[in-house]
């Protein structure tokens, strides 16, 4: 078993920045590198939530150990897959692999003192992140189908239920069974935006960061950019 893993203090003005190894099938290996913010490589920065979990979930750091929750995990073990998926150089990619800042995992918890400084750069490191991935979570199958609905009916902009859809055919659908299926679809949407994600109290300064390329992933499937902002609307 590996030991456990033991931060080493982090100098004024810099940040932990981790990069994902490939090739370990069965866990997440993880490196990291300390660089000067205002001169660090291009990085991509995770806004997800904690959502109270505890840490029980061990990763691989620098070869010790260490505990995580498990959405986080769930987070590494995507990030990884597309790693993986985007060696075809056919497959469309939506990220570039590359460095990531995770304040669980750069910001040593057990330290106050570090804590304190990190929190007080955090808009700083999401300006200066080139790419800043929203984590929604693990797809369950009722947020799935309000993802789909919102994104067949763009219900995030109506902001609720049409009578009835214009050039609606009976052919397709008996108008009382469309009615059903809106209703469920509604239900689901609500499920959807209840998520713990959209109750962060750092939601807001990260979505409205000007000078990051932010790009919402919802477990394997992906979402519209435009849609996280409207979303948060839609929730408050």
């Known amino acids: 078993m590996a030991k456990d893993f033991k931060y080493e203090p982090l100098r004024e003005g810099c940040v932990r920045l981790l990069w994902i190894n490939t090739g370990f099938p069965q866990h997440i290996s993880l490196d990291y590198g300390v660089f000067v913010l205002g001169k660090a490589p291009n990085f991509t920065a995770l806004s997800y939530a904690w959502n109270g979990e505890e840490r029980t ?14 959405n986080l995990e769930s987070f590494l073990r995507e990030a990884k897959r597309r790693i993986e998926l985007y060696e075809d150089e056919l497959v469309k ?31 700083d490191i999401y300006e200066s992140a080139q790419t800043i991935i929203s984590w929604l979570g693990k797809m369950d199958e009722d947020s799935k189908l309000g993802m789909e609905h919102i994104l067949e009916f763009d219900v995030f902009r109506e902001k609720g239920s049409p009578s009835k859809p214009q050039n609606f055919s009976q052919d397709v659908m008996p108008f009382d069974e469309w009615q059903v299926e809106r209703a469920r679809g509604l239900r689901s949407i609500q499920h959807f935006i209840s998520r713990g994600y959209w109750r962060r109290i750092w ?17 394997v499937m992906a979402i519209p950019t435009t849609l996280r902002l409207s979303l948060r609307q839609l929730n408050s």
């Open 203 to 219: 939601i807001f300064q990260e979505a409205t960061t000007q000078r990051s390329h932010i790009i919402p992933w919802y477990g």
């Open 57 to 70: 979930q061990p990763i691989e750091l620098q070869g010790k150990s260490l505990l995580i929750t498990k």
């Open 93 to 123: 990619r939506d990220w570039n692999r590359g460095w990531l800042w995770i304040d669980a995992i750069c910001i040593n918890q057990s330290d106050t003192k570090e804590k304190s400084r990190q929190v007080a750069m955090m808009k």
